[in-house]
């Protein structure tokens, strides 16, 4: 019973074009202010770290790494956020009351949902990986390695699963289609900024940088940037001081820093985990303590 509903629930959101728009609008914001002046503010500021000695394959090679893993932490959440919304228009239209009088466990729906909203945001992230990974590589002659693209799909399950329970845990709280689209708009539009995207880490002042560092988005993306760009940063910073190889990986969120030490992968890990983990138990409480007031 649990695989068919899983399939009911995949086929409801891929069937509802809005839910896929709305699934997919951050990446759309990002490649029109990528287009408009991301790009341009990286080039700049590359190139008076370097004294504007890199060709332009290598620079874009760094660019184009450092707009998908953005790109990736962005879909990972987006899309698992617009596969639950099923939940909420069976709460809407008291569909759930059916699954409430069947013999079916206690935790199946809300498994279901979860299952969901994870395989839907894996499948979204790793086309748009595929995809943005060919047009990186088409355009500079630079591939992923084998190594890196494993790293990066284990990431995609990590941040999936992770996004999956958080956006679980906000979703259960709704009871209307209209509070759920109003949300995922403004999520949408704002998790450019939550993840260093829209505004590189080094140009907030340090508070707000304190405060990003404390949601699970910006160490989904510093693992992304790690992986993806571990290559086009020695390429591009090669030649130059390690401080400003440092200085670069600080000021656009590759590394993250807290009281002058850089925060390991291993502690973002956990970290994301550990979100994880709560998001999930806080999901099935409030998912009960809802049903039951049904």
């Not at 595929?130 to 995609?156: D, R």
């Not at 390991?264 to 890990?269: D, G, K, L, T």
């Amino acid at each position: 019973m649990l695989r068919k509903l899983i399939y009911r629930n995949s086929k409801l959101y891929f069937r509802d074009r809005t839910s896929v728009f709305f699934s997919m609008l951050a990446v759309l914001i990002v490649i029109a202010l990528y287009i408009l002046f991301l790009a341009k503010l990286q080039v700049d500021a590359v190139n008076q770290q370097t004294n504007g000695i890199l060709n332009g394959d290598d620079l874009s090679y760094l660019i184009n790494s450092w707009i998908l893993a953005g790109l990736l932490s962005i879909t990972t959440l987006t899309s698992t956020l617009g596969a639950l919304g099923t939940m909420v228009n069976d709460r809407e239209n008291r569909i759930v009351m059916d699954f409430k009088s069947s013999p079916l466990s206690a935790m199946t729906y809300p498994v279901s949902c979860v299952i969901t909203s994870f395989t839907v945001g894996t499948i979204i992230s790793v086309i748009s990986f595929a995809v943005y990974g060919g047009y990186i590589y088409f355009g500079t002659g630079y591939f992923f390695s084998i190594g890196m693209i494993l790293k990066c799909l284990g990431l995609i399950c990590l941040s999936a699963m992770m996004s999956a329970a958080l956006m679980g845990f906000m979703v259960s709280f709704f009871s209307t289609n209209s509070a759920y689209s109003s949300a995922s708009l403004i999520i949408g539009t704002t998790i450019g900024f939550l993840n260093g995207l829209y505004v590189p880490m080094g140009s907030l002042p340090e508070t707000i940088q304190s405060v990003l560092k404390f949601l699970p988005f910006g160490h989904i993306a510093s693992l992304f940037r790690r992986v993806l760009m571990q290559e086009s940063v020695d390429l591009c910073f090669k030649n130059a001081p390690m401080s400003v190889r440092d200085s670069y990986t600080r000021d656009f969120g590759v590394n993250l820093v807290w009281n002058g030490s850089e925060i390991r992968s291993y502690i973002s890990i956990i970290f994301i985990l550990g979100v994880l983990l709560i998001s999930l138990i806080l999901f099935f409480i409030n998912f009960r303590r809802k049903k039951q007031e049904i």
